[in-house]
């Protein structure tokens, strides 16, 4: 089934493979009329129109998590910068605009609820179930595990907890969104579903 967005999805910046964004479309799509989804790690917002146009046709919300500085790959520099989206007089990335952009030319603005912060920040005081929580936050070990540590215990029993860039060979990218998911199958509290390219989905027991 093609799925249809209100936006060319080409024309977004991001990274995510379109077999991973279906397994991402069809989660939300099942999931988010039960509870909000949380997406940890929006950038430009690919996987966010993905994900957040499921949870609009389910009649869902999508919190949106970024602090829209950017991960480590894409500062000044690094191997993923982009010119285009660094705020010359702060110094800094700043991703946020070109996210609203394209929330409003995706037609998301009425389910996509943005939270500018950072993952650690703003777990503080969370209190309401999800549905679905995605990682595609930062790839150091730290940030991973903040996002894991922070956000796993909110996903409500038979909702999925999915992780992007999985590299089971170190040669062929970061450890530590592997690491996350390995802890969280050793846990016990989630059982896997399916690995979609680099992109696991597991299911709160």
């Not at 590299?167 to 979609?196: C, H, K």
Request: hydrophobic content about 40%.
């Amino acid at each position: 089934m093609a799925i249809e967005l209100a936006i060319d999805i080409d024309q977004v910046k991001g990274f995510l493979a379109e077999d991973e964004a279906a397994a991402l479309y069809d989660a939300a799509l099942t999931l988010s009329a039960k509870a909000p989804v949380l997406e940890i790690g929006s950038y430009c917002g690919k996987s966010t129109v993905y994900i957040g146009t499921a949870c609009k046709k389910a009649g869902g919300v999508l919190y949106a998590l970024d602090h829209h500085r950017g991960s480590e790959e894409h500062q000044l520099g690094e191997e993923y910068h982009d010119p285009d989206l660094y705020d010359d007089g702060a110094g800094l990335m700043d991703t946020f605009k070109e996210f609203r952009k394209n929330m409003r030319a995706a037609d998301l603005e009425d389910t996509v609820i943005p939270i500018v912060a950072s993952s650690g920040l703003a777990c503080r005081g969370w209190n309401t179930p999800l549905s679905m929580v995605f990682i595609d936050g930062g790839h150091s070990m730290e940030a991973a595990m903040t996002d894991y540590q922070s956000w796993a215990s909110h996903v409500m029993p038979g909702g999925i907890l999915a992780i992007h860039d999985l590299f089971p060979n170190p040669d062929e990218g970061g450890q530590a969104p592997i690491t996350i998911y390995r802890l969280a199958v050793a846990s016990g509290l989630f059982e896997e579903i399916e690995v979609v390219n680099t992109l696991g989905l597991l299911r709160k027991l």
